[in-house]
């Protein structure tokens, strides 16, 4: 498959690495042009190119670029992109260490996603986003090994949803269906889905026992935990 990756961080390179491996053929970009990348098309064997290229060259594209920079993507980037060219969206939203306050975040109005979705006039499907970046560059573990790592995987469109999860299986991860895009706030940041590599079944358990409908509770509870994490990273010195 062509595949093109907008973004070309800890994510967009560990996508690239493993996705050229498995024998597909990969464009990225980033923000500074395709002739900053040419360490990392040596590295893995991935095609620097522009984010408009990207987008016309790939059958499944990969939006990985922080949130709050999501806005400043070309309003044109989808408009020649055929209507069944799944775009997955791997955003988190980091309001302290990066992203800024967004108001539709923190009122729940919309899910992180959905927020995504709407700034790029483009349906998505949320994935790749409660995984860390070195758990992802590194190989998976075939189908049926016990306590294989699962990723939820939400979206609207069921025939997109359907081949990205064809994509993780691939990667090595099980795929679990995430709900829809409205449902997706169940493996943001701040909740017991994120990045927590958890197996299938206790995935599933998690999705179940949270529901599908976000209470203001389970959303005040959500923000709070993440406050926290971005609290004890800052204390840390990371920097996003
Ligand atoms: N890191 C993780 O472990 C992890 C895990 C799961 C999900 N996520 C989420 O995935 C997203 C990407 O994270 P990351 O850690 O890979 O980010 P990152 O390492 O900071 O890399 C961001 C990339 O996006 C590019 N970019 C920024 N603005 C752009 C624009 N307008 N057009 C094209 N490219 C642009 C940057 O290019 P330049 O360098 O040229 O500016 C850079 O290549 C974030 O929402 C993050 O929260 C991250």
């Known amino acids: 498959m062509k595949i093109g990756i907008i973004g070309a961080g800890h994510i967009g390179s ?7 491996r498995l024998g597909h053929t990969v464009y990225i970009a ?11 098309a040596q590295k893995t064997g991935a095609t620097p190119v522009t984010a408009a290229e990207a ?19 070309p309003r044109d980037l989808f408009a020649n992109v055929a209507a069944d060219v799944p775009v997955i969206d791997t955003s988190n939203y980091y309001p302290l260490l990066r992203d800024g306050q967004i108001p539709e975040l923190e009122t729940g109005d919309l899910t992180e996603s959905e927020w995504v979705q709407q700034h790029l006039g483009r349906p998505v499907v949320k994935a790749f986003n409660n995984i860390l970046a070195d758990h992802l ?12 790592v699962a990723l939820p995987i939400a979206a609207d469109d069921a025939a997109a949803k359907q081949q990205v999860s064809v994509l993780v299986e691939a990667l090595g991860f099980d795929a679990v269906d ?3 895009l409205r449902e ?3 493996q943001q940041p701040g909740g017991p889905i994120y990045c927590n590599d958890l197996p299938a079944d206790q995935l599933r358990a998690h999705l179940t026992r949270l529901g599908t ?4 509770a389970q959303h005040a509870e959500y923000l709070a ?9 800052a204390a840390q010195g990371v920097k996003l």
């Not at 980033?30 to 990392?40: H, I």
């Not at 409908?213 to 203001?216: A, G, K, P, Q, V």
């Open 14 to 20: 560990a996508l690239a690495g493993r996705l050229t």
């Open 30 to 40: 980033n923000s500074r042009g395709p002739e900053t990348l040419t360490d990392l």
């Open 55 to 73: 987008a016309r060259h790939g059958e499944l594209i990969v939006v990985t670029i922080p949130l709050k920079n999501i806005p400043d993507l």
């Open 137 to 148: 560059a590194a190989p998976g573990q075939p189908a049926g090994t016990p306590g294989r």
């Open 178 to 180: 995430g709900g829809s």
């Open 184 to 186: 997706s706030w169940r």
């Open 213 to 216: 409908t976000r209470t203001e």
């Open 225 to 233: 935990n993440q406050a926290k994490q971005e609290q004890a990273m």
